[in-house]
């Protein structure tokens, strides 16, 4: 079945870390860019960052670069985020996603996972 | 605020066409990037329903269409149906903010 599975969200306190990953079966994993979406409660989607098949380059929203790192292990098709100094306002449902496109500009996302709840609070 | 401007509700009867706009500007949709939409349901996997403006993937009726025009997209739905209540959000891309961008996302309420 082609599925994306998200895993390792929880409650964690302002300035803490957390790693979230992404278990994808039933597709060729090593081919496509993968994404990590969120949406914090009352709120709608954000893009948050981006990983090429390859794992060659990586992209970030603004409100995440230099806290989060998104990488990928081809060989155990697991897409990762790591979140440090985790902020109040990161908190939100946190989905991983697969890439689709020719232009990277136009990729869009064609499969998505069921999210994983990262709360922040003290 | 969000870089797409998307009306926060929509609403219509069954069988009735309802249309959900999508505005950015020209470092983004008017910058020829392509349009993309998406059907939300809380707790759920957010489905892709249009790619590339007006493409609809296998599965998706044909109920579902989008279109593209200078700035602003639309998405159009015929023939409403109960279960098509849900939150609706365009995507693109945008070369000032290089990453992806979302529209704040619009609720459509079948009456």
């Known amino acids: 079945e082609v599925q994306l599975v998200e895993s390792g969200g929880g409650f964690v306190q302002p300035g803490g870390s957390l790693r979230l990953s992404c278990a994808a079966s039933?597709?060729?994993?090593?081919?496509?860019?993968m994404t990590w979406v969120r949406q914090a409660p009352g709120k709608g989607l954000e893009w948050v960052s981006t990983i090429t098949a390859s794992g060659s380059s990586t992209f970030y929203a603004d409100s995440v670069k230099g806290r989060f790192t998104i990488s990928r292990d081809n060989s155990k098709n697991t897409l990762y985020l790591q979140m440090n100094s985790l902020r109040v306002e990161d908190t939100a449902v946190y989905y991983c996603?697969?890439?689709?496109?020719?232009?990277?500009?136009?990729?869009?996302?064609?499969?998505w996972g069921r999210g994983t709840l990262v709360t922040v609070s003290s | 605020q969000s870089v797409l401007t998307q009306p926060p509700s929509v609403s219509g009867a069954p069988g009735q066409r309802v249309t959900i706009s999508c505005t950015g500007s020209s470092s983004n949709i008017g910058a020829d990037y392509d349009v993309h939409w998406y059907q939300h349901l809380p707790g759920t996997a957010p489905k892709l329903l249009i790619y590339a403006n007006s493409n609809r993937p296998s599965g998706v009726p044909d109920r579902f269409s989008g279109s593209k025009s200078g700035t602003s997209a639309s998405l159009a739905i015929t023939g409403l149906q109960a279960d098509d209540e849900a939150d609706y959000y365009c995507q693109s891309y945008d070369t000032s903010l290089t990453g992806w961008v979302f529209g704040g996302g619009t609720k459509l309420t079948v009456l």
């Open positions: 039933g597709f060729t994993f090593s081919s496509y860019a």
């Open positions: 996603a697969k890439d689709k496109g020719l232009v990277f500009q136009n990729w869009h996302f064609d499969l």
